[in-house]
């Protein structure tokens, strides 16, 4: 096997041309039997093959800095930097990251893990090395999904003052996760389809070439001057009128063209576009005919591409998705936004029933929210799907354009809590302090199934201001089904009312501490169960009331501890003064890595036996306090 003459970096540049070839189909072979086992990302891997070939080539890892934009597009990179046998536990707790992390190789450069930002990166790492007198190439790519982010397009601004050599590589395989949408995508659909333009070029530069004399000069003028046969046959040349050089399109799976291109690029002073088209999913036909069900997959059959095991109940998503469903016929002014997460949102049946009321932005995530608030200030219902730890990156439209204004815009908060597999970028474990901050911001978090589904018919009713809902990735908890006490604003709901100790869950932690009341109650002990229902604004009538009661309170949410429900429940005892202790269990104000979300809760003592332990504990020590007191008197 070619593979297997792969040990480290750069080994890449020892082999023959003619191994390159068997190279790349090594490399898919490799990357479908260990996916389909462990899960990952698949169609974007499969696309870059041949790209990612090029680029070992033409560079010298890791003297040269190579940025993976998102960076779910690095398993072949991966594979050439000799990192091989990580692939056993790829995804996996203590394993090897699905995404480009410094702290795993000198040639990650740059730590990715969402859109838009390689092209800033990249530009920084440029102007240190000038800056400091440095040799070195720098690389950014960047696909034409994450194209469509404002980010790529400040940095692209940028990047055309810069008076040094610094590539830019477009992945064109015309697929975010979902089909592109917007002006950057039907301008990048016009240079594909520009066949008249390449092989004009190709003809009269062969042409020009045979003039007697004074062929290569005319040539040379050409492509200096900026009016040139390009201007005639693209529309705009949008990057060349900014200012940087336009190479391509460039076959993305012909690695001889790819690297002759790469050559070009490195000799160019000043900010290059390398334009290299691919497909998404290449040589394995499943992926190709459903390159979105394959960009993020779980373990499948690598013969027929069929998931492993049978679908179960409902996920989160799934209830979101039928509710929307059922509430676009009975709310004419509901719309949908999703920032290209479309199916992974569950908004794909309210597009194809409310086609006009849909609206997918591209991955622009700060551009939705205000448009979502223009939407609201218009006389709409906005619901904005999006996941947790993309949200982030729409902090300040959500405090200035929909907050400030107290505009009734729907935040659906889908992936909130632990993810997995995908690590410290997607875990949406900050969602409930960065909304809990914000004036005006209502935030709501379901125990179960049918607590989102009420929650969501309430907040599309709710014209006070906006409504964040938040809730996780996976199977939906069906439990306790027979309290559904009507959701009515700011009110908890009481499950269980008791003594001793009093257990608020926030979310679908509930089921956890659904558990972990049962095995007091097993113990000897009283035990009342709160579903918070409502993270702010915060019940205190309720928690002033359990304060009487109890003489423990345990708060149990999946997000950090700082800015958490549980901080703002232990400030308002401390606040009042009320006689009873809190202990908020909570996540880490930490990053916390890729894993299986029961082994990630382990970790972090977020499980149940941790939490049960944890509360005996708590528990004795406030009786043997009371004695002790009790016998100073």
């Known amino acids: 096997m070619v593979l297997e003459k792969i040990q480290k970096e750069n080994d890449i540049k020892e082999l023959k041309p003619e191994e390159l070839k068997p190279l790349a189909d090594e490399i898919r072979q490799f990357l479908i039997e260990h996916v389909s086992e462990t899960g990952g990302h698949l169609a974007s891997n499969l696309g870059v093959v041949e790209l990612t070939i090029a680029l070992h080539l033409a560079l010298d890892l890791p003297k040269d800095k190579l940025i993976w934009d998102v960076g779910h597009q690095a ?66 790519v960047i696909g034409d999904g994450s194209m469509t982010g404002g980010m790529a397009f400040e940095a692209l601004n940028n990047a055309a ?36 333009y390449t092989n004009l070029k190709k003809g009269l530069e062969k042409a020009i070439r045979k003039i007697p004399s004074g062929g290569d000069q005319i040539l040379s003028h050409l492509r200096k001057t900026k009016s040139s046969i390009k201007q005639l046959f693209v529309p705009g040349m949008f990057f060349e009128d900014m200012g940087i050089t336009y190479l391509g399109p460039v076959d993305g799976h012909d690695i001889r063209q790819l690297y002759k291109t790469l050559q070009e690029a490195k000799r160019v002073n000043h900010a ?40 179960g109940k409902d996920s989160y998503t799934d209830v979101f998705a039928k509710v929307m469903y059922d509430m676009g016929e009975k709310e004419p002014s509901l719309v ?71 505009l009734p815009v729907v935040f659906a908060v889908d992936r909130g809590g632990l993810v997995g597999s995908d690590g410290e970028t997607h875990q949406g474990i900050f969602d409930l302090s960065y909304l809990s901050m914000i004036p005006n911001m209502t935030v709501m978090a379901p125990k179960n199934k049918w ?85 702010k604004p915060l019940d205190e009538e309720c928690v002033a009331s359990l304060a009487k009661e109890h003489i423990l309170l345990v708060t149990i949410e999946e997000n950090v501890k700082s800015g958490g429900f549980g901080e703002r429940v232990l400030d308002y005892v401390s606040r009042m003064e009320l006689a009873c202790k809190v202990v908020t269990i909570t996540l880490p104000d930490d990053y916390i890595e890729h894993g299986s979300v029961d082994m990630l809760r382990k970790e972090v003592m977020l499980d149940e036996e941790s939490i049960y332990k944890k509360i005996l504990t708590v528990y004795a020590g406030i009786q043997h306090q009371t004695v002790s007191d009790k016998g100073d008197q």
Not at 167 to 188: A, F, H, K, Q
């Open 272 to 311: 290059v576009l390398v334009h290299a088209r691919t497909k998404k999913g290449k040589g394995y036909v499943p992926a190709e005919e459903e390159p979105s069900r394959f960009h993020g997959v779980g373990p499948f059959d690598a013969e027929t591409g069929e998931t492993k095991g049978s679908k």
């Open 161 to 196: 003052r810069l008076k040094s050599n610094f590539i830019i590589i477009l992945n064109d395989n015309n697929m975010s996760i979902s089909e592109n949408v917007g002006g950057m995508s039907r301008y990048l659909d016009g240079i594909r389809t520009a066949d008249a």
């Open 451 to 535: 607590e989102l589904a009420d929650m969501l018919r309430f907040a599309i009713g709710y014209t006070g201001g906006p409504v964040a809902i938040r809730y996780p990735r996976g199977t939906a908890y069906d439990g306790y089904k027979m309290f559904r006490q009507r959701v009515r604003y700011g009110q908890a709901e009481i499950i269980f009312d008791e003594e001793d100790i009093a257990i608020i869950s926030v979310g679908h932690m509930f089921e956890t501490a659904a558990n972990v009341r049962e095995r007091l109650k097993e113990a000897g002990l009283n035990a009342s169960l709160v579903n918070a229902r409502f993270v």
């Open 336 to 406: 949908a936004i999703t920032a290209a997460m479309e199916d992974g949102t569950g908004l794909a049946p309210f597009h194809r029933k409310y086609r006009n009321r849909f609206f997918d932005v591209g991955i622009a995530e700060g551009h939705a929210v205000t448009f979502a608030a223009g939407l609201a200030a218009g006389g709409l219902k906005p619901v904005f799907a999006v996941y947790s730890s993309f949200l982030q990156r729409a902090f300040d439209q959500i405090i200035h354009d929909v907050a400030l204004q107290n």
């Open 75 to 140: 398993y072949t990179h991966k594979l050439l930097t000799g990192r091989r046998d990580g692939f056993e536990t790829l995804r996996q707790y203590g394993g090897m990251s699905g995404f480009p992390k410094r702290k795993e190789s000198s040639c990650d450069a740059f730590n990715t893990g969402h859109s838009s930002t390689s092209i800033s990166a990249g530009l920084g790492y440029a102007a240190a090395r000038d800056i400091k007198g440095e040799k070195y190439n720098v690389v950014s």
